[in-house]
């Protein structure tokens, strides 16, 4: 994961593979090649805590619809 601060568009963090898409998100879904699931949900569970205190977006790389919207350059956040 990547967390930044961005000057207009505030606080970003950058999902990795913690999730690949956003349904395993609200369905509490771990992929089955996950190697340790049970620290995949302690993670999760301490990302989930870090957004809330940082009031970051999340974004999910993975996810096609999300990731279709993004800006892709010579477009850029800033």
């Known amino acids: 994961m990547l967390f930044v601060?961005?000057?207009?568009?505030?606080p970003v963090l950058l999902s990795g593979d913690l999730y690949h898409y956003p349904e395993e998100r609200t369905l509490d879904?771990?992929?089955?090649f996950d190697v340790d699931p049970a620290?995949?949900?302690r993670t999760r569970t301490a990302?989930?805590?870090f957004l809330k205190k940082s009031r970051a977006q999340l974004w999910i790389q993975h996810g096609f619809t999300a990731n279709a919207a993004l800006r892709k350059g010579p477009a850029f956040y800033d």
Request: charged fraction near 30%; hydrophobic fraction near 30%.
């Open 5 to 10: 601060k961005l000057a207009k568009t505030g």
């Open 29 to 32: 879904r771990v992929p089955t």
């Open 39 to 41: 620290q995949t949900r």
């Open 47 to 49: 990302i989930e805590a």
